[in-house]
């Protein structure tokens, strides 16, 4: 029986491949780490002798953060994931708000 319509037509040639794309699309990771999240389990935390002061906040996720700090050795200490524009380093899991009130990122690390 022939084609009613194009629009079948071009349907039938389509369908393999939206079928293909499908396939591929649920054989990949759902939950892949964001872009912006900083993974607990490999940040190191650094030595208080490095910085300057000792103060923490709780981050979104509930969890104590080391506050910026500048480096008494002026090189990143262990566990920073970003250097401020006013020379401090932040410990921030997540970018944003990162190095608020310290000027903005100044680089990330």
């Known amino acids: 029986m022939p084609d009613r319509t194009p629009v079948v037509r071009a349907w039938r040639a389509v369908a393999p491949h939206v079928l293909a794309l499908s396939l591929v699309a ?39 953060i080391h506050a910026p700090a500048h480096s008494k050795s002026n090189s990143p200490p262990a566990g920073a994931t970003a250097r401020c524009r006013d020379g401090a380093y932040s410990f921030s899991r997540h970018r944003r708000g990162t190095c608020s009130g310290h000027g903005g990122v100044d680089a990330w690390l």
């Open 26 to 64: 649920a054989t990949l990771p759902l939950g892949a780490p964001s872009a912006h999240a900083y993974s607990s389990s490999t940040s190191r935390h650094a030595d208080p002798s490095e910085l300057d002061n000792h103060r923490s906040y709780r981050n979104r996720d509930g969890d104590t």
